[in-house]
């Protein structure tokens, strides 16, 4: 329920400032960084719009978010041997309140060139590394967890599915530019560096004495053996790794003051393969509670190796969108609403408000919530010459809105463009 409030107040949030914003903006020129530096999927479109004859953009972007503890507390217990239910019992259960626990991480690196073949078209290419990662525990389970709860009713659970998709792509691009702005359209051979599983099981009966058995079954999956032990970067099959055929779709309205713009990416054409196959762990505990009883089968493997599996499993690439509308303010000032979606992480929403000190260098500020319930706070410092840009950003997530004191979660953005 908290989830959805807050959803619905980001939405009204963004909605009031559009409509107090734009009326202003109307009357000023274009903004000085209309394109969104976190996951900007329309990189391609950036370096055409300011170069003149060649162009090459760099981009990494990393968040992720958990909403249990406080960073200090997360890194605390992850130094831990043994964890302490007892001591962070009630701030997990007051942190997520009546949902669920989440974990999610989003990470992707993203390189693209073109060169301006005629004034209207461009040819390039690019190499993009996209890690996407997710999953809840019920709030049942944490609730027996870390407070104890004997529930009079329990709920028979079971999930199964991806919580890690990692997938590497690299393809060829053609540009237009127009007067109405800019298209670009992509088509490139992609497969999955790593995919993982994990299945879940949990059954509890009251008896009325607390009787259930529980189960965790864990395995990675890639498109090539990935030795960890022995792992060469240079020894890996790229040709079974990149098996798979996908396109990429950008538009900008606004070529010369971008307004808006769209960027429909990773669309499947044709399939790729799992090929290996690693345990992760698998894990099968049951419990009686008159008398107390717990008995475990665990299976950790003390390294993970790959085998081939004799069935290929087919991977398809998960379609993602984003986009960005600018409202420019002044010639120095202006704000990009942005939003993004990926297969695991979720939804994120945002605004950054960028403004230009002198002729080279721009400060930023950014706001993004996701429909999971996380809330990320940005600072960025760019420079800007007629050839060159570098911008870093950087910032914190909190589990609960403006609460500082639940710094839950890092964020870091870097982006670089060299144009002639």
């Known amino acids: 329920m908290k989830n959805k409030t807050f959803s619905k107040s980001l939405l009204c949030i963004l909605m009031l400032m559009i409509s107090a914003l734009s009326i202003h903006a109307a009357s000023h020129g274009g903004g000085i960084e209309p394109f969104d530096d976190f996951n900007n999927d329309n990189a391609f ?21 958990q909403n249990m503890l406080p960073i200090a507390d997360f ?46 078209y461009t040819i390039g290419g690019y190499v993009d590394l996209k890690a996407d990662s997710g999953f809840t525990i019920p709030n049942w389970i944490m609730e027996i967890v870390f407070k104890g709860n004997q529930l009079t009713q329990y709920p028979t659970y079971e999930e199964k599915g991806p919580v890690l998709d990692a997938m590497i792509s690299a393809g060829g691009v053609l540009g237009m530019k127009t007067d109405w702005g800019m298209v670009s359209v992509g088509v490139g051979a992609y497969g999955p560096a790593m995919y993982a599983t994990l ?31 022995n792992f060469n970067l240079q020894e890996l099959d790229y040709g079974g790794l990149l098996k798979g055929i996908k396109t990429d779709i950008g538009v900008v309205i606004g070529r010369y003051n971008p307004v808006c713009g769209i960027a429909v990416k990773d669309i499947p054409i044709t399939s790729a393969q799992l090929n290996y196959e690693a345990n992760l762990l698998d894990i099968e505990a049951s419990f009686t509670s008159d008398p107390i009883n717990f008995s475990t089968n665990t299976n950790i493997p003390d390294k993970i190796i790959f085998e081939k599996m004799t069935e290929p499993i087919e991977y398809r690439a998960k379609p993602t969108i984003s986009g960005f509308f600018n409202l420019p ?13 990926s297969g695991l992480s979720g ?21 993004t919530g996701s429909l999971n319930g996380a809330m990320m706070y940005s600072a960025g410092l760019g420079f800007h010459s007629g050839f060159y840009k570098l911008k870093i950003n950087a910032g914190i997530g909190t589990i609960k809105p403006f609460d500082f004191k639940t710094i839950g979660s890092p964020r870091l953005s870097v982006s670089t463009s060299l144009y002639f």
């Open 199 to 229: 299945d879940r099981y949990a059954d509890v009966q009251a008896t009325p004495t607390a009787v259930g058995t529980v189960s965790l079954d864990a395995k990675v999956y890639s498109a090539v053996d990935l030795d960890f032990a």
């Open 75 to 120: 890194l605390e217990v992850m130094k831990s041997d043994t964890i302490d239910l007892a001591k962070y019992s009630d701030s997990v259960m007051e942190n997520i309140g009546e949902g669920d626990a989440k974990f999610n991480i989003f990470g992707r690196g993203l390189a693209s060139f073109g060169l301006n073949i005629t004034p209207i």
């Open 329 to 341: 303010f002044t010639e120095t000032l202006s704000m990009v609403l942005h939003a993004n979606t």
């Open 45 to 65: 479109n950036y370096g055409m719009q300011n170069a003149q004859t060649f162009f090459i953009n760099i981009g990494a972007d990393a968040l992720s978010y």
């Open 347 to 367: 939804t994120y929403i945002g605004a950054t408000l960028s403004d230009k000190l002198g002729m080279n260098f721009l400060v930023s500020a950014d706001i």
